[in-house]
């Protein structure tokens, strides 16, 4: 394709051979420090709207396969890289991430010093950026003038109700974006999951009868979905429930927490986190550019189980006097390590104990 730029908002450029779609691109430049799983971080709905770097120094090399998208076609704006594989190897590969990107309109560059670029995101966070094929002020100019998305929910969430039917126990999932994993990770425990829009309304999922309600992850600033906190109050009173990274933040904020934008966020795997209540971490799976404010929880109902251990900030909540609780991080993980699996189960026996309860 050829030369191409990346235009930091701060005015720093990093000149690169573009791959895939040849649109031009504006987003929110973030970077992902994962070693692999670059098809499930494409695909994964909370990137939308952001350009991603990959840190790990090659990508791509072992293809796209059929069975590790996370939604049906590329979320992320664009992608970045320092180097893709030229002959991916891999008996799953159907493609190579070039072709990919090409055959699903995603913009790409490669040939980035990514090193530079993520200590620069690091030490002046998050920012928007550009790809553009000329460095003239007023093709940047018009760029950066380019409309950034501020519906992102609304954009991923599925627009009909539809069924995952077993003969299980009912989970009703509230879909802000949700990733195949979480969908995957319910099936294996023989869940009956019945998926809605982000604006449903309670009276909607309470008609399904479910045992028990699921906020599922997604893209943005919880705030812009703050539609559906009184939807998630009323649930929270009646079922038990459990919330997945902005499912998370929207369960604090329904609960009277805040939230705040991060500097760079958490992106990729491998990040601590340690549960207060069992005394132990685990390495976990992330996706997020917005926390729960921890002195916000004073004087709420709420508690935190888990922090991480780096920055400490506040990566699960639960609330003291209803079956309801939140984590920040992907227990389903997709891509990276599944220590948090349990998550899951924990939820199903929560949901079991309340219907022993009941009876």
């Known amino acids: 394709m050829g030369l191409r730029y990346l235009v930091l908002k701060n005015g720093s450029v990093y000149p690169g051979e573009g791959f895939g779609s040849p649109k031009t691109v504006h987003g929110e430049i973030v970077f992902s420090t994962g070693m692999s799983g670059y098809q499930e971080t494409m695909t994964d709905a909370s990137y939308l709207g952001q350009m991603i770097t990959f840190t790990y120094p090659m990508i791509g090399n072992y293809g796209i396969n059929k069975d590790d998208f996370e939604s049906l076609k590329p979320t992320a704006d664009a992608i970045i890289t320092h180097e893709i594989a030229r002959r991916p190897s891999n008996f799953r590969s159907q493609m190579s991430l070039a072709e990919f990107a090409e055959k699903k309109d995603l913009p790409g560059i490669t040939g980035i010093d990514t090193r530079a670029l993520t200590k620069e995101i690091r030490d002046s966070g998050a920012m928007e950026a550009v790809i553009v094929d000329s460095l003239d002020e007023a093709v940047v ?56 829009p982000a604006t449903v309304d309670a009276e909607t999922v309470l008609s399904a009868n479910p045992d028990g309600i699921l906020l599922s992850n997604g893209p943005g600033d919880p705030k812009d ?83 991480e251990v780096n920055d400490k900030t506040v990566e699960g909540v639960r609330l003291k006097s209803r079956p309801a609780f939140s984590v920040q991080f992907h227990p389903d993980a997709a891509p990276g390590p599944h220590d948090a699996e349990y998550i899951f189960d924990d939820f199903i026996a929560m949901i079991q104990e309340v219907n022993k309860g009941d009876k």
């Open 141 to 196: 100019k018009a760029a950066f003038e380019m409309e950034l998305a501020s519906t992102q929910v609304a954009e991923v969430s599925t627009k009909t109700i539809y069924q995952a039917p077993t003969d299980g126990i009912g989970i009703a999932v509230i879909d802000f974006g949700i990733k195949n994993s979480i969908l995957r990770a319910l099936a294996k425990r023989g869940v009956n999951v019945t998926v809605f």
């Open 225 to 307: 979905a703050a539609y559906a906190i009184p939807m998630i109050q009323e649930l929270q009173a009646q079922l038990p429930l459990m919330g997945i990274c902005l499912g998370h933040q929207l369960f604090s904020l329904a609960n009277g927490a805040t939230t705040y934008k991060m500097k760079f966020g958490h992106r990729g795997f491998n990040h601590a986190v340690r549960d207060l209540r069992k005394a132990h971490a685990d390495f976990t799976s992330q996706n997020h550019g917005y926390a729960v404010d921890a002195d916000s929880l004073v004087g709420t109902d709420l508690e935190v189980t888990h922090v």
